[in-house]
């Protein structure tokens, strides 16, 4: 019997411009380290987090990666004691996708330590439930790329339904993280209750667009169609030169440039690895010169998700 299981989970960019709470896919890095632990005795307990500055409950119950040990061991009907301890990679309300990170790196560690139990797709909605907790929505658009890894269509979320898009091989991704926090339920609170019908049919039009680009590995499409009528222009007004980022990202060569997620990072989807670092350095350029300080990161989809890194 297993004793002590490490996994992580990656970053994801949730919407991924025109596909609001239907599309994410997940980058290489950074993510969430979560290890769990039996105990002799009962209950779930966080021993340990570090990289969140204090801020996270080390209540389990408030607690994402708690959250979702307690839920995983109630389905299992397990009363066996777990320690956690939670390595926060991830800046909190960042747009990256950073509580679905903990819950998803919890699950796939504690999933491994009973001998995985449970299928992924169970995971998935306790991970829904773990959002819902965090931010009031359970959207999947993180936590389903964190499990699964790749470009994810959630086509509906009760009960969840997701569809594995294709992937083209030289499809790279740069994802800036200036150091400002939104919550997501602040961006969605933003958002209007309903849109125009004439908005609605370029918004869909272009996640169709973007799904057949995927499929035909034709990145121009992809780059164009992923350009969102609905979410951006509302949100961007809380992202400090957002406009001013976006078009360094195009103009040196981004396929396409949005809000990761609710923000403040923003992603840009380029063809190489040569531009996905050209777009990074320009990018960072406008923060630093807005004494803004950021963090950049350059990686391919991450077709793998989320992985057990330790076990003893
Ligand atoms: N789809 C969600 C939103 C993702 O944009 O509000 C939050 O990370």
Redesign the pocket.
Known sequence: MKKTVTAFAPATV??VGCG??IFGFAVAEPGDIVRVTRYDGHGVRITAISGDEGRLSQNAAENTAGFAVLRFLEEIQSDQGIEIHLTKQLPLSS?M?SSAASSVAALKAINHLFENPQPKRKLLEIGMAAEALA?G?P?A??VAPALYGGFILIRENNPPEIIRLPVPENLHCTLIHPDIEIK?QD??NILPATVPLKTAVRQWANTAALVAGLYRKDLDLIGRSSTDHL?ESRRATLIPGFDEVKQAALDSGALACSIS??GPALFALSASLKTARKIALEMGKIYTRHSISNQVYVSKINCTGARIIHEE
């Open positions: 949730a919407n609001f709470d747009g996708g931010c929505s959207h658009d993180n997501t961006a969605r979410v997620g609710s």
